[in-house]
């Protein structure tokens, strides 16, 4: 039997890696057809492969020049600003077209000369293919084809009905910035710009889903973010061949280092500054179309206990913050698993007093402990789940039937201990106090395992559980940085921002594994104070021989 | 195989420290206590590290002699094929074999103390099961897991010898050497082939990223763990006496449990015991790592994940049938365990350098030449 299953496996595996028959799209997607100087030709083609669709504009008119030329303005109604196709495109080459060509012939020169002279657009492309064109079109920008001429020409005249830039929902502070990410990667994109006024900020775009062709721009910024990750995240992002990408966790999926682990490998966040500041520590963004979240690589696990809003709060608050989130992060892990297992297997580490206590609310329960967790945590996050997905009109009825019907009425019906209760609310609100929405959740998921194994094994099982957890994070990796670096590899001078954040005018370093192209940030002459005021020039320790700003560093150029 | 992971120096001494120091601390006080009395601290402070400090010295030259190269590839070269063959798998089953120890220890440990009820076994299949999962991730995450471990027992270790520190009265240990040297020597007899376990140098030397500060490295662990030690013995002695001391199995945890703060903070020893756990799992992974790798290299393999499930059988196996009862495997630690270690940690080191030297065979430590790997 063991064989003849062995062979099926197999034959299965085989038939998985067998690569997919070309398909009818794929193939169209690879035609290369030129334009044709004959316009009705071309007018033609495109009026059959846009058969059907009634969202596409064919506008046909002539220029206003001496001598007359036929022309077709091709674009899609609601996807381009209709103030620019009407004053910059069509009055500049029907009416004022004459103005500003008089007598030059244009026999030789159409395109040069409409491109030149007279399309008011700030950027106009050409191209002499079909598809090349079809695409833009499809994007947004209109083609305009003129008789007698194998290019066409694609002023930009994007725009459509989109969110404005809005406070994000999902990470929320106090103090801070309030604009997050929208689905324009346009608006996205200006949003680090404004932040970041160097030239070294750059955009690389790239078209990813065979379909969708959505838009991915890799940010990053030279000279600060490693080369070599920058490579290995523009590799990844090419091999991906599928047909659509209608989020980025799409891409986050495609990309990370091991596809089976629980933990996120990479940062999806909704706020420019994070990305920003992350960009600034040598991290890499990826920015994609139709998504308000961007993506942060490389990451390591302490980063998902760091809010952005560590950074602009004075930093002893932030030492409070940070440690009541990794407590936090600990409650919301163990809480459950540590009462199942004191009040089944060791009793004797309460005192007296409180294990009484206990046990007296426990004695009318009917289940064990372990049963007792399980079933109250799997009712909150019913609670949580339900809230997510309600419409608004009716989450009020969520809180009533969470607060009251399963909270208060449980415990009076006598099926849950009010201890219980405590620790299951407890750990649902500890976990919220982890920033990042795929982080807090990972942890409560992680939470149901180790409270099996603590159900059985105690203290042990947890213990057991904690170990196979840190071995597998011990060998996560994200973009090969280690998952749990500053802390295993341990490096003393990146604590500064891992438990505490240290004062910005001693924040002198990037993170060693991250940073690694340019690992000075600041000098040594921020600290502030009375008469601290006047320049002090001191050498950088990273700079052998001399000032940092001394001159261009070789590695520069 | 080797060659891809490297580790730093600061990790392999972290290594070290846990691989000798998690299980040690616990019963290190009372088999000193036996036959040194209130000298014990004395038997953990010098002879033990001296001991270990010629192990250490002696493996590093050793393995220099040949860098880049393990004791399991070089002892055919030393010896001959066959004798060196021989000393290769004797090493192996040195390794599997303190390994089921150390898994056997743990498990009577834990049923004693900690789950009554619960079979051994499950101790055994759990602990090689974390190992396994461990050993295939390789080296690199075994050092950098102790490193996350290491700073949550030496806290533990600690706390402990703090809050038992008013209840200490250094009158426990005097007289100072009443028996004069003889118990004190006998005394650390077993503590010393516990702490020969750094002789791990001699399969991890290929795998440190700085290969010359392998010696000053071991060194260093090996006066930590002395000083670690120590402190441990003179707290347990100044605590319980020698006299109590000598009869317990793991005074550390009765130290443990000797805490009492304000009436709220008692019985922290199943807090004490988690994060001794916790320094298990490293030791266990580093051991098993090295006899994965000794066996693969044995049988010139070229990755030694394939036997790591098999080595872990045998080490499993080996622990539950090795001995019948824990009364067995504490004679066995007594009486066996100091010459049957001695000889692998120190005597088969020293002759397998003898012979280098003899017949001239390996680099100096100071020409390092890099000898074709294949032989």
């Not at chain 1, 940070?322 to 005192?351: G, K, W």
């Amino acid at each position: 039997m063991y064989p003849r299953l062995w062979k099926k496996f197999t034959s299965l595996a085989r038939y998985m890696k067998k690569p997919l028959e070309t398909q009818e799209i794929r193939k169209e997607n690879e035609v290369e057809q030129p334009i044709s100087p004959n316009l009705d030709n071309n007018i033609s083609m495109l009026k059959d492969l846009f058969q059907n669709c009634s969202d596409v504009v064919f506008r046909e008119f002539t220029l206003g020049t001496r001598k007359p030329v036929r022309a077709t303005l091709v674009y899609i109604d609601g996807l381009c600003e209709a103030d620019k196709i009407n004053q910059h495109i069509l009055k500049s080459l029907m009416l004022e077209a004459d103005l500003s060509t008089g007598n030059l012939s244009l026999d030789k020169s159409l395109i040069q000369t409409v491109r030149k002279r007279l399309l008011t657009i700030g950027d106009v492309k050409t191209t002499k293919m079909l598809q090349k064109i079809v695409t833009y079109i499809l994007s947004g920008d209109p083609g305009l084809f003129l008789d007698g001429c194998a290019t066409a020409l694609i002023p930009n005249a994007r725009g459509w009905e989109s969110r404005g830039v809005s406070e994000p929902e999902s990470e929320t502070v106090v103090r801070g910035p309030r604009d997050g990410f929208t689905e324009n990667l346009r608006t996205n994109a200006t949003l680090l710009r404004r932040r970041i006024k160097t030239t070294r900020l750059k955009f690389e775009a790239m078209e990813i889903g065979l379909l969708t062709k959505t838009v991915v721009n890799i940010a990053y910024i030279q000279g600060i973010a490693n080369e070599k990750v920058v490579e290995e995240v523009r590799n990844r992002l090419q091999r991906i061949d599928v047909d659509s990408i209608l989020e980025s966790g799409y891409i986050e999926e495609l990309i990370e280092d091991s596809p089976f682990s629980i933990f996120p490998q990479i940062n999806a966040t909704e706020r420019p500054d994070r990305v920003v500041s992350g960009l600034l520590e040598g991290q890499v963004a990826i920015l994609v179309d139709n998504t308000p979240f961007g993506l942060l690589a490389p990451v390591t696990f302490p980063q998902f206990l760091q809010a952005a809003e560590d950074y602009y709060l004075r930093y002893p608050l932030v030492l409070f913050m940070r440690l009541l989130r990794f407590v936090s992060l600990n409650i919301s892990l163990l809480l459950p698993s540590v009462y199942i297992a004191v009040t089944t297997y060791h009793q004797e580490m309460l005192p007296t007093p409180l294990l009484i206590s206990i046990a007296a609310a426990r004695e009318g329960v009917p289940f064990p402990a372990l049963v007792e967790a399980l079933a109250m945590e799997f009712t909150f996050e019913i609670l949580k789940e339900a809230g997510v997905r309600l419409p608004r009109q009716v989450g009020q009825a969520v809180s009533i039937v969470g607060a009251l019907v399963i909270g208060d009425a449980a415990v009076t019906a006598g099926l849950v201990s009010p201890a219980m209760v405590i620790v299951v609310s407890l750990t649902a609100i500890s976990s919220f106090t982890i920033p990042n929405y795929t982080g807090s959740t990972t942890i409560r998921l992680l939470r149901f395992p180790i409270m099996l194994l603590a159900g059985t094994l105690g203290f042990y099982g947890i213990m057991v559980a904690l170990m196979a957890l840190l071995i597998h994070l011990c060998s996560l990796r994200s973009f090969g940085v280690p998952y749990l670096s500053p802390l295993a590899p341990l490096s003393l001078r990146d604590l500064k921002d891992t438990f505490i954040r240290v004062p910005w005018w001693a924040m002198f370093t990037r993170p060693r594994l991250i940073g690694t192209r340019e690992p000075a940030r600041q000098d040594y002459i921020s600290r502030p104070g009375p008469g601290r005021g006047k320049t002090r020039t001191k050498p950088t320790p990273y700079s052998e021989g001399g000032h940092r700003n001394a001159g261009p560093r070789e590695d520069f150029q | 195989m080797q060659g891809q992971e490297k580790i730093s120096s600061s990790q392999c001494l972290l290594l070290f420290i846990t691989l000798v120091t998690a299980t040690a601390v616990l019963f290190v006080p009372a088999i000193t206590a036996q036959e040194a009395r209130q000298d014990g601290w004395l038997s953990a402070l010098v002879f033990s590290t001296l001991f270990a400090l010629l192990v250490a010295v002696i493996c590093t030259s050793l393995g220099l002699r040949f860098p880049g190269r393990t004791v399991i590839q070089y002892s055919p070269e030393i010896l001959g094929r066959f004798l060196g063959k021989l000393a290769g798998l004797g090493y192996i089953f040195f390794f599997i074999h303190i390994n089921s120890i150390i898994v056997r220890e743990f498990g009577d440990f834990l049923t004693t103390v900690f789950l009554p009820d619960t079979p051994i076994d499950i101790f055994v299949a759990t602990l090689l099961l974390l190992g396994a999962s461990a050993v295939r991730n390789g080296l690199e995450v075994i050092a950098r897991m102790n490193q996350f471990v290491f700073p949550l027992l030496l806290f533990s270790y600690m706390l402990i010898i703090v809050l038992v520190a008013r209840d200490m009265d250094l009158h426990n240990l005097l007289p100072v050497l009443e028996g004069g040297i003889g118990p004190v020597l006998k005394g650390s007899f077993s503590l010393s082939a516990f702490r020969g376990e750094v002789c791990l140098i001699l399969m991890l030397l290929p795998s440190l990223n700085n290969s010359k500060e392998a010696t000053l490295t071991t060194v260093k662990a090996v006066i930590w763990i002395g000083i670690l030690l120590t402190v441990d013995t003179v707290a347990t002695l100044a605590v319980f006496g020698p006299d109590i001391t000598s009869v317990q199995v793991f005074p550390f945890l009765n130290l443990a449990r000797y805490i009492s703060l304000g009436n709220f903070v008692e019985r922290i020893e199943s807090l004490v015991i988690l994060i001794w756990v916790a320094g298990v799992v490293v030791k266990v992974s580093l051991i098993y790592y090295v006899a994965a790798l000794a066996a693969a290299q044995w049988f010139n393999l070229r990755e030694y994940r394939p036997v790591v499930l098999p080595i872990g059988m045998l080490i499993g196996v080996l622990s539950i049938i090795g001995f019948s009862n824990s009364r067995e495997l504490v004679e066995f630690i007594a009486k066996i365990w100091p010459p049957y270690g001695f000889s692998f940690e120190l005597i088969l080191p020293t002759v397998l350098l003898l012979a280098a030297m003899l017949r001239k065979k390996g680099g100096t430590r100071d020409a390092q030449k890099t000898r074709p790997a294949s032989d």
